[in-house]
């Protein structure tokens, strides 16, 4: 066990290595990690009720200035504080389902993968199903049937992200289980579990981070562009889709409005690419 | 070396090396020898010792960048160096052909077999489309597979019958020189005697030349006039087929047989050779092979040998033997 | 061939069926009851009741979807709440218009992405791959209404090239949206199609082609890009697809009268059959799509076909 503890270990150490030369993925993972801590304090640099959401009469639409580097919106809101502030609804609610699809995903491609066979096939069956929908129509669905809740699209967007993850589970237990090493341990009496614990799950973590990496970009565009349809965070919540959406009247003569919300989009999901593009190439350096 | 040899393929102090993340890796290190017509050389050595670069080298095939080559290398007295791209491309599959390694993955899957083998002879025969994929069909039966398979896809065949599409279409435009990369590695024990006595039989009709690139003793004795030993992208020894099987020299030759076993005396144990080939990116300063030599002085490591000649076209780069 | 095809139709029957289920399901959840929406506050509960009956809500969820499939497949889509207007008329009126966005996006999409990421692969490494590797990493990274507003503001607003909202019948009108919509699958498509390139510029049978004196232009030509193609047309199906749910979003930007448009406009108006009609049109399509992207495969990949012969 000391063993293959330490070749679990050495195989991180290697990937972390062949990740620190990847210029972009870097930056990637320099941008995130900037973003979470922006968003974890969000509240020691901005107060919610004053600038958030308290509106200010004194400074409409003002144009991006050292006092709002962003510029303020039509209830003279800091943009700044908002983008931030919006970056947590993202973020949280985008990591709250694509954690719960990974676990739910992984939990039922595991077992498929394993036993194969009947239980195979009607899971099969039913990611077929949920694949046939795309995932924003599938929360479009939801929410119009339930409402526009935070619950509401954690579960609406995990559901569409379960059927990646349990495929990606099931074919690389079904790879993992015709090798020779799982086969030796089944020949030493391994139990089952022990199995699909110790041998089969550490070697499917690298593609699951991957897909995780790949699957909370998507889900962030998401639910801003449900934002976006009204059918998101509801105002006057801070959201980057529904900053977007209202900033649509003032489009013309207050384009700051527009690009600053986009641009941040843009930067988070371009950085988790990046990040998740670098780890595929660490992890599986013969794809480069 | 009395009368001047007409020559198919003369290699002269071939190099190549491949610059891949701040290293070097030095895959050929100066090799040099001559094919005469309608003769068959063998090189032999160990997996990665630089025999398919050489062969590819001969197509001018070594991607660059990363690799780099120097040396010289003639077909039918023209230097290859010299030529353009396009001149290249009429000399590859017409005047040299090369049989790869693992068939399984030689054929294009999304091509019909026929359809691969017509295109060589569309590229370097005047002719149609029709015509051309009747010649294929014909050598189709030449390799002894039925002409009305050509419209099937590799995937259809067995790994014995694409090697033999592979030769089909190696030799559909009757080559000068077949350079043959392991051709029955990938193969059935059954097979392979069938493919190489096709290979032999076609070479003699045809009258090709060929380097027959193996590390299978064996196959040499059956098919190779010469020989050349190659390790570490350096020719080591080089004979004729009795230079190097009654009179063998060099000490990794001496190694190679020790490898085999002993049919007659059974009770013998095999005498592998200890070690490693050394890392390609850092060869040692002296004779490559010194640090897995049972007889390497002080003079080994730190002077590289040169081939001299032992007697005969008899040649061997090791400092136990002295020129004559 | 045809077996092949017809093998994919028949898989597809249960899919549509099940997605259909879901989505049915799902949408009977929704609070309020249609019979009270239909007959007005002042109704009286005996009314409300009579009108249930009529309208079948008291029956199994089961019994409701199999009856709605059934007319479904007469093209009756139902009656809208409020207007009492035929759900039918109203999506067949709007259907035209997405498929055109889609179809003109999606042909932008293939035609750009396709040389791109084949001329990346080959010249890999050098300006130009970076330059569009980064173009397509932007590509999938930004969101498809902002990538709109964006170009309205350049194109529309400050050059005035192309009208502001689209325009259903003309050819300036369309091509901000079907770009809009468009670029986030050529990103997509461009990527994959790379990839892959990579990949199969590093088999042996294309060594073999170049020993056999193939032009380099021809071996990529004639030998990578059909075997390049398999993975690659996989990946354009599921853009396709994809293409549909973001027309919901890019329609709405451009006010482009199609079902995409007609499906958020319902959920505002808690047009509930609306609703219903337009998610279970656009997944019908994503089937469709997918079943064609199957055949096609068919086409370019010799061991599946050779399994139907």
Request: glycine residues 8%; proline residues 5%; aromatic residues 8%.
């Amino acid at each position: 066990m000391e063993n293959s503890d330490f070749r679990q270990r050495s195989m991180f150490a290697e990937t972390w290595k062949r990740l620190k030369k990847n210029k972009g993925a870097m930056i990637g993972l320099v941008i995130v990690v900037i973003l979470f801590l922006l968003a974890l304090f969000a509240g020691v640099i901005f107060d919610y009720d004053t600038d958030v959401i308290g509106q200010n009469y004194n400074e409409l639409l003002q144009e991006p200035s050292w006092k709002h580097p962003f510029g303020t919106d039509e209830m003279g809101r800091d943009l700044l504080a908002r983008i931030i502030y919006g970056s947590r609804a993202s973020l949280f609610i985008s990591f709250a389902a694509v954690c719960l699809a990974a676990v739910v995903g992984c939990f039922f491609g595991a077992i498929s993968g394993y036993f194969g066979g009947a239980v195979d096939s009607i899971i099969m069956r039913v990611t077929d199903m949920l694949l046939a929908i795309p995932e924003t129509l599938f929360a479009i669905t939801l929410v119009a049937a339930l409402g526009t809740s935070t619950f509401t699209l954690i579960i609406a967007l995990a559901i569409s992200n379960i059927p990646i993850f349990c495929r990606l589970l099931r074919s690389s237990v079904m790879t993992q289980r015709g090798s020779e090493h799982i086969e030796a341990a089944r020949a030493i009496g391994a139990k089952t579990s022990t199995i699909i614990m110790d041998h089969i799950l550490p070697n499917c973590i690298a593609p699951v981070l991957v897909q995780f990496t790949l699957s909370i970009a998507v889900t962030i565009l998401t639910i801003s562009g449900l934002s976006f349809l009204g059918l998101g965070v509801a105002p006057p919540k801070p959201e980057w889709g529904a900053l977007l959406s209202s900033s649509r009247s003032y489009m013309r003569e207050h384009t700051y409005l527009t690009i600053f919300p986009g641009l941040a989009i843009m930067t988070t999901i371009l950085s988790l690419n990046l990040l998740g593009d670098g780890l595929r190439d660490a992890l599986d350096p013969r794809l480069r | 070396m009395s009368e001047e040899k007409a020559y198919a393929l003369e290699i002269e102090n071939l190099k190549v090396e491949y610059h891949v993340d701040k290293e070097v890796v030095h895959a050929l290190n100066g090799i040099s020898f001559k094919l005469a017509k309608g003769e068959t050389i063998g090189l032999v050595g160990e997996t990665g010792a630089g025999k398919t670069t050489t062969g590819l080298s001969v197509l001018r095939l070594i991607p660059s960048p990363p690799g780099v080559v120097s040396g010289t290398i003639k077909v039918q007295g023209e230097d290859i160096g010299t030529l353009s791209e396009k001149q290249m491309e009429s000399i590859r599959g017409n005047v040299v052909s090369m049989i790869f390694q693992d068939p399984m993955t030689s054929l294009n899957p999304t091509k019909t077999v026929e359809n691969q083998i017509a295109e060589v002879i569309r590229l370097h025969e005047k002719c149609g489309k029709k015509e051309s994929v009747e010649k294929a069909r014909t050598m189709l039966e030449m390799v002894g597979i039925p002409g009305d398979r050509g419209v099937e896809f590799p995937h259809q065949f067995s790994g014995g019958m694409k090697q033999r599409v592979v030769i089909a279409m190696a030799l559909a435009c009757s080559p000068e020189i077949l350079i043959a990369d392991e051709p029955t590695t990938a193969l059935d024990v059954t097979i392979q005697a069938q493919v190489l006595d096709m290979i032999r039989d076609l070479k003699k009709q045809y009258n090709m030349s060929m380097i027959m690139i193996t590390h299978d003793l064996g196959i040499v004795a059956e098919i190779c006039d010469t020989v050349a030993i190659v390790y570490a992208g350096q020719i080591v020894e080089y004979g004729t087929l009795e230079d190097i099987f009654n009179s063998t020299a060099h000490p990794y030759t001496v190694g190679l047989f020790g490898s085999l076993p002993n049919m007659d005396d059974r009770t013998q144990r095999l005498k592998p050779i200890p070690g490693l080939m050394p890392d390609p990116t850092k060869l040692p300063q002296g004779c490559t092979f010194c640090p897995r030599c049972p007889h390497a002085t002080e003079k080994c490591r730190t002077e590289r040998p040169t081939l001299v000649n032992i007697g005969g076209e008899h040649q061997v780069a090791c400092h136990l033997f002295k020129e004559g | 061939m045809l077996k092949y095809i017809g093998k994919r139709l028949l898989a597809m029957i249960p899919v549509v069926l099940g997605v259909t289920l879901i989505v049915y399901c799902i949408m009977s959840l929704a609070p309020g009851d249609p019979a009270r929406t239909i007959l007005g506050e002042q109704a009286s509960v005996e009314q409300v009741e009579a009108l249930r009956e009529e309208m079948g809500l008291n029956d199994p969820i089961i019994v409701q979807y199999l009856r709605y499939i059934w007319n479904l497949l007469h093209g009756d889509f139902g009656t809208s709440y409020q207007s009492r207007i035929d759900v039918s008329t109203e999506i067949w009126s709007r259907f035209p218009n997405t498929i055109k966005l889609a179809l003109v996006a999606s042909l932008i999409s293939v035609v750009l992405a396709l040389p791109l990421g084949i001329i990346a692969a080959v010249k890999q490494n050098t300006f130009f791959d970076s330059f569009s590797m980064f173009i397509a990493i932007i590509g999938i990274s930004c969101p498809t209404f902002w990538f709109g507003l964006i170009l309205i503001l350049v194109f529309a607003v400050n050059l005035k090239w192309f009208p502001v909202s689209g325009q259903v019948n003309t050819l300036k009108g369309i091509i901000l949206p079907a770009l809009t919509l468009g670029f986030n699958s050529m990103a997509a498509m461009a990527r994959v199609t790379r990839s892959s390139m990579l990949e199969v510029i590093r088999q042996d049978y294309i060594r073999t082609a170049r020993a056999k004196g193939v032009s380099n232009r021809n071996v990529i030509l004639q030998h990578a890009v059909p075997n390049a193609m398999i993975p690659t047309v996989t990946v354009i199906g599921l853009r396709i697809g994809g293409l549909l749910a973001g027309a919901v979003i890019c329609e709405t930007v451009f006010a482009w009268p199609g079902i995409g448009r007609l499906l958020v406009q319902s959920i505002q108006s808690r047009n509930t059959p609306v609703v219903l009609g337009c998610i279970i049109i656009f997944s019908i399509c994503f089937s469709l799509v997918n079943l064609i992207v199957d055949v096609l495969y068919a086409f370019i990949d010799p061991r599946i076909k050779s399994q139907y012969q």
